[in-house]
């Protein structure tokens, strides 16, 4: 009888230790938090910190903003991003009854454990050059909604959502050392966020509606980026460049809503033209302070990529993101210009845990 209740306290020992280790795991395991990135970089791993060579400068690296030599305006750019899960998700959504509490358990059990993700942004700019100096505004409208579904017997919802609105504007100059640019931003972001758990009763009572309002905490911060430039002086075919951009100088502190933390960012870029076509090619190590403290991870902040510039209306794009694959596309057309990405995001606590594919689009209309 002792040998046997020694036994049972040490497999209670052992399992509970192995809950510990896995909740411990759980917490951690998470997307890292962004506000906005770009169609084009995603489609390239995300490495853009040393190219940074359009609007995406105004979120990347603001020192690519020099390289604004002409007047374009972007008016409407709906961007659209979904994980595959989520397209599974709204499907069985729309089938399902929420006022029921059954209907609404069995819609959350089939998919408990899965990541979903949505995103939404608009993102409309002007930019010119004046005075030989790169200048661009924008506004900010986005709203980024995470989930996941836990506890099979009692099904759970626990989103995590961020709205955004504000405006941006940067300037990004050469400076007289050869090779070398600078550039900043200012912006101002205006944020709603909710994170909560909810359980297939909360959702399908009378008055979730009401309670989603309730829970939603709201808050506001200005800030700004800094970035530099640096082309190497090498004797080649090839030009490269060195990045290095501090995201967030201040870290925004939102009242109640998710803060938004300083990250620091290094890249290096090197292209070359050749018969009408660009090659360009990037590595980046974003967050190279560990600012993020889902994890330590240093391969979730591995990026790199590719794109190939074709000589009429085109461009291909590929790379890894996190260490998984991404691909793009774009179709350059008189005011219409239409882009096509995917990638994976890991959710996990380190690389090749979790992965979370996921599908953008964008048409923009501008010049």
């Given at each position: ?276 076509f660009t090659l360009i090619g990037a590595f980046d190590i974003l967050d190279i302070t560990k600012s993020y403290d889902q994890d330590d991870?240093y391969m979730k902040r591995i990026h790199m990529g590719a794109e190939l510039q074709l000589p009429v209306i085109a461009a291909v794009r590929?790379?890894l993101n996190q260490g998984y694959l991404t691909a793009g596309v774009t179709l350059d057309f008189p005011v219409v210009r239409l882009d ?28």
């Amino acid at each position: 009888m002792r040998k046997r209740s020694l036994y049972n306290n040490i497999s209670v020992l052992t399992l509970s230790f192995i809950c510990f280790v896995c909740l411990a795991v759980c917490a951690d395991a998470a997307e890292y938090p962004n506000h906005y990135r770009g169609i084009r970089p995603l489609g390239m791993g995300g490495a853009f910190t040393a190219i940074s060579d359009d609007e995406n400068a105004l979120f990347y690296n603001p020192a690519g903003l020099s390289k604004i030599s002409t007047f374009s305006m972007g008016i409407i750019n709906p961007l659209i991003d979904v994980s595959e899960n989520s397209v599974d998700f709204y499907s069985d959504f729309t089938d399902a009854d929420l006022d029921d509490t059954g209907e609404t358990t069995e819609l959350l059990r089939k998919h408990v454990g899965e990541y979903q993700h949505l995103s939404i942004n608009w993102i409309p700019y002007v930019g010119f050059n004046a005075a030989n100096l790169g200048i661009m505004v924008a506004g900010i409208a986005s709203a980024n909604a995470d989930a996941e579904i836990r506890n099979p017997p009692y099904p759970e919802f626990h989103p995590k959502a961020n709205w955004d609105y504000g405006f941006t504007g940067g300037v990004g100059a050469k400076v007289p050392f050869k090779g070398l640019r600078v550039g900043g931003t200012a912006k101002y972001i205006s944020r709603e966020s909710l994170d909560q758990v909810y359980t297939a009763a909360d959702i399908a009572n009378d008055d979730f509606e009401d309670r989603l309002d309730d829970d939603r905490k709201s808050g506001s911060g200005f800030t700004m980026d800094l970035g530099v430039l640096y082309e190497l002086p090498i004797e080649s075919s090839f030009t490269t460049d060195v990045g290095l951009s501090v995201n967030n100088l201040f870290e925004m502190d939102m009242g109640e809503a998710d803060d938004i933390d300083r990250t620091i960012n290094l890249g290096i870029a090197t292209q070359r033209s050749f018969a009408g076509f660009t090659l360009i090619g990037a590595f980046d190590i974003l967050d190279i302070t560990k600012s993020y403290d889902q994890d330590d991870d240093y391969m979730k902040r591995i990026h790199m990529g590719a794109e190939l510039q074709l000589p009429v209306i085109a461009a291909v794009r590929m790379g890894l993101n996190q260490g998984y694959l991404t691909a793009g596309v774009t179709l350059d057309f008189p005011v219409v210009r239409l882009d096509f990405a995917t990638y994976a995001e890991e959710v996990g606590a380190y690389a090749g845990q979790r992965e979370d594919r996921r599908y953008v689009g964008q048409l923009s209309i501008g010049w």
